[in-house]
């Protein structure tokens, strides 16, 4: 069945997460395809807070499974999707998996803070931000459980018009965050102007930072820089407890990464708990 190879997959994923999709470059068509007939699933990994070791929340990320390949990860089919153009109808299906999923542990009082990746495409319309309120309306889901993620380097995409959709987000409710912080060339007068409400600490500075003089200063200023502006920090890539140690001494507030556990099915996140 569908469940059980999907079960195989992840155990043989846990040991070579990027097993699967070696040789597969998929066209326009095959990606279309699996957007259509549900190929697309996601896992959720944990966020915890590190000053209560409470789960925060879960960022959702998505995985294609793809009947003869097996687990396709997004660096293999993301761009794709934003240069064809596909990445609308993806981020649709990601959303609403997201929110049914949302819905499902809400009435099981497991209610759960979600962060979702969007490109920057996707906020150059309406769209999402309509889908999104519909959803939240017809579902009865707190749009502040909602985290809408950017990566720093979409920003520069397409300033103008997200300004104001980022606006609107923020009206209604939803949290925004601003992904893999460090590695864009935004400007800081630029962060400022988008009502941000948190920061990811590019992922790359944190796994160096132990050995690294430099990470450490960025990740120390990011934290720094975060709180004078009024947002959370997020660290990703967190893969030991020395740098848990490290981020926690310069009062990061949220932490992400392998030393906590790897992005997991649903069913699977449902069992899990965090032995920090
Ligand atoms: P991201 O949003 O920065 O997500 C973090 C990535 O780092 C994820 O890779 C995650 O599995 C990985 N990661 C987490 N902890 C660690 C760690 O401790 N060490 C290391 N080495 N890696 C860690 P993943 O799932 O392969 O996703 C890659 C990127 O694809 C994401 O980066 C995001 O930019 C994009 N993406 C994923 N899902 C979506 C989606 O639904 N929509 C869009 N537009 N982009 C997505
Ligand atoms: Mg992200
Ligand atoms: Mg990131
Ligand atoms: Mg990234």
Redesign the pocket.
């Known amino acids: 069945s569908a469940k059980q190879a999907q079960r195989e997959l992840v155990k043989c994923s846990n040991d070579k ?1 990027k097993q699967g999709s070696f040789d597969f470059i998929p066209t326009k068509q095959d990606l279309q395809y699996a957007i259509e007939n549900k190929q697309l699933i996601l ?1 959720y ?1 944990p966020q915890i807070n590190m000053k209560t070791g409470c789960v925060h929340g879960a ?5 294609w499974l793809h009947p003869e390949f097996g687990l396709i ?3 293999k089919f ?1 761009a794709l ?1 934003e240069q064809t153009g596909l ?1 609308e109808q ?2 649709e299906e ?1 959303i609403h998996l997201a929110i049914m999923q949302s819905v499902y542990w809400q009435k099981r009082n497991k209610a759960t803070r979600l962060s ?4 920057a495409q ?1 906020i150059t319309s309406l769209k999402l931000p309509e889908q999104l309120r519909m959803l939240v309306k017809e579902y009865e889901i707190d749009p502040s459980m909602i985290v809408l ?1 950017l ?1 720093e380097s979409a920003l520069m995409d397409s300033e103008v018009t997200s300004l104001d959709i980022f606006t609107r987000f923020r009206l209604k409710g939803f949290q925004l965050s601003i ?2 912080f460090g590695t864009g060339y935004s400007s800081l007068s630029q962060l400022h102007k988008i009502p941000f409400t948190e920061l ?1 600490i590019d ?1 790359s500075f944190v ?1 160096n930072m132990k050995q690294e003089k430099e990470s450490a200063a960025i990740v120390e200023t990011c934290i720094m820089l975060a709180h004078k502006l009024n947002m959370e920090v997020v660290a ?4 030991d407890k020395a740098t848990w140690d490290l981020l926690s001494s310069e009062d990061c507030d949220i932490a ?4 906590i556990a ?2 997991m099915p649903a069913e699977q996140f449902d069992k899990w708990q965090f032995k920090g």
Do not use: C, H, M, W
Not at 59 to 63: A, I, K, S, Y
Not at 256 to 259: S, T
């Open positions: 997460e896992y990994q960022e959702v990320l998505v995985r990860f997004p660096d993301i999707a990445i993806l981020s990601v979702i990746n969007i490109s996707n993620e990566t992904d893999d990811k992922q796994t990703e890539g967190i893969e992400q990464g392998y030393y790897r992005p």
